[in-house]
């Protein structure tokens, strides 16, 4: 049974920082992708953040670049999201996901099989 469990969420400060964390469970994060999610209240999913394992290569949303980062450590088989300089609309619920890339979307638009239940981050002004 595949598992991912988010955990790191938080309420912060505006420019403040969190990490969150990913620990996967019956499925290798080295496998292809894994991304971060964030939805919003009455907003649609957005893909914040992919690694494709094999190459390391990640890929960012542009309202992310520069402040956010997300890494792998595949001996604790978990993925983490650094998140610097937090604004208030990065309020949100914010999940791993796992998954492959597409053709043309790769990892941060790619194909995903197993989904975490989500840590809230909330950023205040």
């Known amino acids: 049974q595949v598992q991912l469990v988010e955990s790191g969420g938080g309420s912060v400060q505006a420019g403040g920082s969190l990490r969150l964390s990913c620990a996967a469970s019956?499925?290798?994060?080295?496998?292809?992708?894994m991304v971060w999610f964030r939805q919003a209240p009455g907003k649609e999913r957005e893909g914040v953040a992919s690694?494709?394992?094999?190459?390391?290569?990640?890929s960012y949303a542009d309202s992310v670049k520069g402040r956010f980062t997300i890494s792998l450590d595949i001996a604790k088989n978990s993925v983490y999201l650094q998140m610097n300089s937090l604004k208030p609309e990065d309020t949100a619920m914010y999940y791993c996901?796992?998954?492959?890339?597409?053709?043309?979307?790769?990892?941060?638009?790619?194909?995903?099989?197993?989904w975490g239940q989500g840590t809230q981050v909330t950023v205040s002004s």
């Open positions: 690694i494709y394992a094999s190459t390391t290569s990640t």
């Open positions: 019956g499925y290798s994060v080295s496998s292809k992708c």
């Open positions: 996901a796992a998954g492959s890339p597409t053709i043309l979307g790769g990892c941060l638009r790619g194909q995903y099989n197993y």
